[in-house]
Each structure stands twice: as C-alpha cells, then as structure tokens.
C-alpha cells in the first residue's frame, strides 16, 4: 500500500513538471512576464509585448497604436507625427490647411499667419497695394486688412469732403467758377464769368445791358423803327438799316437784322450793346469798357460778323451766345479778354472769334 502512494506521488510530480515546462516555453507566460516587468518584448511575426492586448487566455491582438508615424510638411517646425499635424511652420512660412507656404511680398509670417505690410491688404494669401482700392475722382493712400480704405487723397482740380472727392467746380465763388482748390476745399484759382471781370481780389459784375437796357420804362416800343435817348443818355434804337448814334449818347444799344452804325470819332462810352442777328458794319472809332455782342436772336444761319472799318479799344468783349465773328479793319487795342456764355473765345489785334 505504501508503495502505491509513492507511485502517485512521483506520477503527478512528472505531469505537473511537463505541464510547467510548456507552460514557460509558449508566448503566454512570456507575454505575461514582459507585461510584469514593462518590457517590449519581441514575440516575433511583428508582434511585441507593447502592441498587444488580450482577447482570451489564449489569443491576442494588435492595438491601435500600431498605426505608421506619419509626416508633416517640409517647412514645418512642429509636427505631431501620430496623426501628420503640423502645429508651427519654419521661419519664412505661414500655416494654411496643414501645409506650410511661404510669405507672399509685402507680408511678414509668425509661422502660423501672415500680416501685410503698411499700406498693403490681405487678399486671399496674398497683399495688394491700398493704391488698388478704388476711389471715385481720387485714389487711396491707406487701409486696414480688409482692404477698407481709410486714408485717401482727391486728384487735382478735386477736394476731400467725408469719403468723397468733389469738383473743385462746385466751390461757390461770387460770379465766377473755382478752377482749382487744396484738399480741405478752399478754392486757390477760379475764372470770372462771361459778365464779370476780376478786380485783383475778386469777381465783379460788369455793367453789360444796363443802363443801355433797350426794355427800361423810357423805351417806347419794341416793335417797328424806334430810337431813343433818355434822360441819362442811354441811346436805343430797334430797326434795321443805317443809324447814327448821337453825340451825346452815354451809351448805346442796337436791335435788329442788319445795320450801318455811325458813331462819332473818339467817342468814349462806359457799354455798348451790338444785337443783330446778321450783318454789322460799324464806321469811326470809339473807345468802350464792355463791348457786348449779341447775335443770338431770330437765328436763321447764315454768315454772323461784325466789321469795325475804325480803331476801337475795349476792355472786355462779351458774347451773349456762341455765335458771331468780330472783324476789326482799323484795328483792336486795348489787349481786351473775351467771354462768352457756355463757352470760350479770344481776341487778337484783328479779329474776335469763339472757340467752343
């Protein structure tokens, strides 16, 4: 009996001894004891201990953190390789959908943006001139990043009120029109009008119809031949043919179609007034301030001129319309400027004539 129990005892000792045997030979025991001591132990086929996670006691499987490092731009500074994220781009570059640019002109980079320059706005990825921007009669000096315009300046002949670029032309100046101005408005060169003349500081009416005005209360009619010389002696006649103008006429003022108009040699008159609508020939000289022209009424066409046989001076010659020619036989002193309504006109030693 003693016997058969030794017997035993040495059979369950050999099984257990085989069993322990196998035990520490498969990658079980060996994946449990890297496990224990932290290592990463190589099981072979690819697997280690670290990449592993059991499924059963007798299986297991890789983890996700098998996946491949992954890489960043070239131009990237600082990149998370587990997932290929590039969180700072290199000196010179900018950051824009995980891809590392480089700076356009007129910008500087931190690595992650870019900001223009001065004077410069972000389009896209890259920075155009503020001067781009546009702006109406002027131009644009500087913006913020959104290419809003916040500093301009006006062309010239153009000046800056609020956001805008006015005309020059649109500055108020007593009978006459500004031609220029600074940019804060203030008018530094304007041209009288037709019926005004510059006095060295200003523009100032000229006494063109008045009182040789043709339609004042001691003008009888304006119909048929008619001639008078009232009180002050403003001479006015309305009808065609010859007409003489008296000598002591102050001023004078003529109507109608066509004439021969005799005035006295070396005459003086403060205005005189030439309205026909065709031929006019003018016979002695005279000497005038304003000489005015009008030639207008009961346009039919035809040739308009007017010829003076005799020296004239004048001061100023003003056309009421932009029609008619003055021809000036004896001469034209006096260096006279010429206007003309809408328009232009200029004035040599011989002839008077409107350009446009």
């Given at each position: 009996?003693?016997t058969?129990?030794?017997?035993?005892?040495?059979?369950?000792?050999?099984?257990?001894?085989?069993?322990?045997?196998?035990?520490?030979?498969?990658?079980?025991?060996?994946?449990?004891?890297?496990?224990?001591?932290g290592?990463?132990?190589?099981?072979?086929?690819?697997?280690?201990?670290?990449?592993?996670?059991?499924?059963?006691?007798?299986?297991y499987?890789?983890?996700?953190?098998?996946?491949?490092?992954?890489?960043?731009?070239?131009?990237?500074?600082?990149?998370?390789?587990?997932?290929?994220?590039?969180?700072?781009?290199?000196?010179?570059?900018?950051?824009?959908?995980?891809?590392?640019i480089?700076?356009?002109?007129?910008?500087?980079?931190?690595?992650?943006?870019?900001?223009?320059?001065?004077?410069?706005f972000?389009?896209?990825?890259?920075?155009?001139?503020?001067?781009?921007?546009?702006?109406?009669?002027?131009?644009?000096?500087?913006?913020?990043?959104?290419?809003?315009?916040?500093?301009?300046?006006?062309?010239?002949?153009?000046?800056?009120?609020?956001?805008?670029?006015?005309?020059?032309?649109?500055?108020?100046?007593?009978?006459?029109?500004?031609?220029?101005?600074?940019?804060?408005?203030?008018?530094?060169?304007?041209?009288?009008?037709?019926?005004?003349?510059?006095?060295?500081?200003?523009?100032?009416?000229?006494?063109?119809?008045?009182?040789?005005?043709?339609?004042?209360?001691?003008?009888?009619?304006?119909?048929?031949?008619?001639?008078?010389?009232?009180?002050?002696?403003?001479?006015s006649?309305?009808?065609?043919?010859?007409?003489?103008?008296?000598?002591?006429?102050?001023?004078?003022?003529?109507?109608?179609?066509?004439?021969?108009?005799?005035?006295?040699?070396?005459?003086?008159?403060?205005?005189?007034?030439?309205?026909?609508?065709?031929?006019?020939?003018?016979n002695?000289?005279?000497?005038?301030?304003?000489?005015?022209?009008?030639?207008?009424?009961?346009?039919?066409?035809?040739?308009?001129?007017?010829?003076?046989?005799?020296?004239?001076?004048?001061?100023?010659?003003?056309?009421?319309?932009?029609?008619?020619?003055?021809?000036?036989?004896?001469?034209?002193?006096?260096?006279?400027?010429?206007?003309?309504?809408?328009?232009?006109?200029?004035?040599?030693a011989?002839?008077?004539?409107?350009?446009?």
């Amino acid at each position: 009996m003693k016997t058969f129990f030794v017997f035993l005892l040495l059979s369950c000792s050999l099984a257990f001894n085989a069993q322990a045997e196998q035990f520490l030979s498969n990658d079980s025991f060996q994946l449990a004891k890297a496990f224990k001591l932290g290592r990463d132990t190589d099981l072979g086929g690819g697997f280690s201990a670290s990449r592993l996670t059991v499924k059963s006691k007798n299986s297991y499987q890789t983890s996700s953190s098998s996946s491949a490092r992954q890489t960043c731009d070239s131009n990237c500074k600082q990149c998370d390789a587990r997932i290929g994220q590039c969180h700072l781009c290199k000196t010179g570059f900018f950051l824009n959908n995980n891809r590392c640019i480089a700076c356009p002109e007129n910008s500087s980079c931190s690595g992650r943006k870019f900001t223009c320059d001065a004077g410069f706005f972000k389009q896209n990825l890259s920075c155009l001139s503020c001067n781009t921007l546009s702006v109406e009669n002027g131009f644009c000096d500087d913006c913020n990043d959104k290419g809003e315009c916040t500093l301009s300046g006006c062309y010239a002949g153009y000046y800056k009120a609020d956001k805008s670029c006015l005309s020059c032309s649109s500055i108020k100046v007593e009978n006459g029109t500004c031609k220029n101005c600074d940019n804060e408005g203030i008018c530094t060169d304007f041209s009288c009008d037709y019926q005004s003349t510059f006095n060295g500081t200003s523009c100032v009416k000229d006494v063109i119809w008045s009182p040789c005005n043709p339609y004042n209360n001691e003008w009888g009619g304006i119909n048929g031949r008619y001639g008078w010389t009232n009180s002050t002696g403003a001479h006015s006649w309305n009808y065609d043919g010859e007409h003489t103008i008296p000598s002591d006429a102050w001023c004078w003022d003529g109507y109608g179609m066509t004439a021969t108009i005799n005035v006295p040699d070396g005459a003086n008159y403060p205005a005189i007034a030439i309205r026909f609508w065709s031929r006019v020939t003018v016979n002695g000289s005279f000497s005038t301030k304003y000489l005015n022209i009008d030639m207008s009424s009961h346009n039919t066409g035809g040739t308009k001129i007017i010829t003076f046989n005799d020296p004239v001076t004048a001061e100023k010659i003003i056309f009421a319309s932009k029609l008619g020619t003055l021809v000036f036989n004896g001469g034209l002193n006096g260096n006279p400027s010429c206007a003309v309504k809408d328009g232009w006109c200029h004035c040599t030693a011989t002839k008077c004539v409107i350009d446009g």
